[in-house]
């Protein structure tokens, strides 16, 4: 038998004092890894301020020429014409039509499919379809497109009667399906950290399934589902590809508002629809930097509300 | 025979015996006391027959059988892993929720056994209510908190709420200090209130039997002295099965103790007599710290 009887190594202790060499090796090490660090976490930060500062740089001399409340209220883009218009509110209101129509199809479905994956299906079950959701994600969305305009635009065409299949419907379905993977797997993590404790205490009060998840589980987890929604949101206010092919781009506000059926034009696609056609630095360019300007200001206003709740979600988590 | 496997670390074995003989005369009293005020107590109130609790192919607990009078504080004692708390969550049958477990014989409550199909768990759940190891109230306000159960019965009147509130937080002696400001989160409240407000809404759903799980834990002894207070408050009309780890709790709280190891119950009896003079071998090595 080997003797793996482990002692005390008296005989060999080392030195407890720091050898001059090892002792600025040690500063250096510690102030150029800390100093590498820094740069490398902060070119993400400085990334974002170059986007923003480029962004607003093109768009400057556009809004200098352009009166800013007429480019935010009217409906009118005639970039092109011989005294040029450029009231960009129906691409505003496009941009959001799309977008909250989408989540009206996507929070539902989405919270729902969270609450099915968390609480009603084995583990097992769950581990198979939570991967199959997140590819979703991971397709394209040309691919998306071509799905809204060989299947999803002749169908309304033909089977729904709808002028036009390229509509906001057609683009909202499309984002919204988009969203989904996000809005499920964010909302699928905030409901699977409440614990086991607090339903055991519901069931315990004698609160069924579905009274447990609606009054406890769902209160409980309410800052991480109006995260998932909010980044859900960012997902389908940001798309350009899909909303390009499936809204019809149609410069206009429907009405009455609640037609879904009538097409519309958003702000990334007219972003990218007209980029390749404006000479640099004319008016029309310096316009689609404005727009962009607008985008990024949104946006950037969601993601600062998503990280308010994602931080008072985690509070809530280490609290109870 | 027991291997010595639970590192349950006791000091002194000297010191601790006296004062588990202090604590047991000292309960003794009390319950002579209560005895007289108790109603009709005769008759069991939970009784299993041959009862097995299985997690996939391992047992939990093995064929228990063994009867909880009412309005008396019953504990159960036992090493880690025993089964003590798998019996414990099998009365009101809360351990449904943990996927792939089965289970073989009776188990009575009020007359009806619970593992039937045709229970009705919402109301097997209103009387037997449930007191967790750990603190866990609802991250909701105080009033909510105890008036979460009454609310899934169906009360919606706001005045019958109040007293239904006010009248489990006092009889969890947590209303005094909450009485102000019944709207603070619940989770702003120290680890001894949480737990006497979860004490609270099992009480708010008017259960006849209350089973508490290592109740006191997770707490500090000033909390746990007030928890034990409580208790010997509640079990003139409450019926009470307390899990613990702590003998000293056992001993001071309980009218009836029961052993369990390795998943079998080893003696049932007075707490007088599993402490000062047990029945088998593995009880005395086990009250007496000689576990193993």
Known sequence: MQNLELKPAVDKYQPLVLTPLEDIRGFLFHHLGRFLLFLITFSSVLLMLLIFFFVIREAIPFLMKFNLTEFLTTKSWYPEASTPKFGALSLIVGSLYVTIAALVFAVPTGILAAIFLSDIVSLKIGDFIKPVIEILAAIPSVAYGFFAVLVLAPWMQNKLGFTTGTNALNASIILSIMALPTIISVAEDSISTIGRELREASYALGATRFETIFKVVIPAAHSGIIAAIVLGMMRAIGETMVVWMASGNANQIPSPWWDLSQSVRTMTATIAGDMGETPKDSLHYGALFAIGVVLLVMTFLLNIISEYFLASAKRKSGKS | ?292
């Open chain 2, 1 to 292: 025979m027991q291997k010595g496997n639970d590192n349950m670390l006791i000091p002194s074995l000297e010191t601790d015996t006296q004062e588990i003989e202090s604590v047991v005369s000292l309960s003794q009293k009390n319950n002579v006391a209560t005895k007289k005020k108790a109603p009709n107590c005769e008759c069991a109130i939970v009784k299993s027959e041959n009862f097995s609790f299985y997690y996939g192919s391992k047992a939990g607990v093995k064929d228990i059988s063994m009867e909880i009078y009412p309005c008396s504080v019953t504990a159960i004692i036992g090493p880690s892993g025993c089964g003590k708390s798998t019996f414990l969550r099998s009365i009101n049958r809360i351990n449904d929720l943990i996927p792939h477990t089965h289970i073989d014989g009776k188990l009575f409550v009020n007359g009806h056994n619970v593992y039937d199909k045709n229970t009705n768990l919402v109301n097997l759940r209103q009387q037997v209510g449930m007191v967790f190891q750990k603190p866990n109230p609802f991250p909701k306000n105080i009033f909510d908190n105890v008036a979460y159960g009454p609310r899934l019965q169906g009360v919606k009147n706001r005045s019958s709420l109040q007293q239904v509130v006010e009248s489990s937080l006092k009889a969890a002696a947590l209303w005094d200090e909450v009485k102000d400001d019944l709207k603070k989160s619940a989770l702003a409240l120290s680890g001894g209130q949480q737990q006497r407000l979860c004490i609270a809404r099992a009480l708010a759903t008017r259960p006849n039997i209350i089973l508490m799980d290592e109740p006191c834990s997770a707490l500090d002894p000033i909390a746990t002295g007030k928890i034990e207070d409580l208790i010997d408050k509640l079990q003139n009309d409450y019926t009470i099965v307390i899990v613990t780890h702590n003998m000293q709790q056992a001993a001071r709280v309980s009218k009836r103790t029961a052993f369990f190891c390795l998943g079998e119950l080893i003696e049932y009896d007075s707490t007088v007599k599993i402490f000062r003079n047990p029945g088998k071998k593995q009880t005395e090595d086990y009250v007496t710290g000689r576990f193993g």
